[in-house]
């Protein structure tokens, strides 16, 4: 067989990775997530402060697990 690689021929070739694609279906999830959750407190009269904000855009970005975004948005009793 020797050292070289063997590609198998598929036809033509995803435009992107199938991972990359995924990771943007799960941000567009987590963003329409997000801006219902806003919609919903905006009709109740409120509006989220600067911090939610911030952590809402790293929760839409990935940066924070829905459990965390959650603990730092939700005051504890």
Known sequence: MGDKPNFIDRGEAEPFPIFVTKQHDERAKRLRAVRFA???VGLEGFTL??????????YVDGEMTLDEFLRRSIPST
């Open 38 to 40: 806003r919609a919903s």
């Open 49 to 58: 402060s600067e911090i939610d904000e911030e952590n809402a855009k790293a």
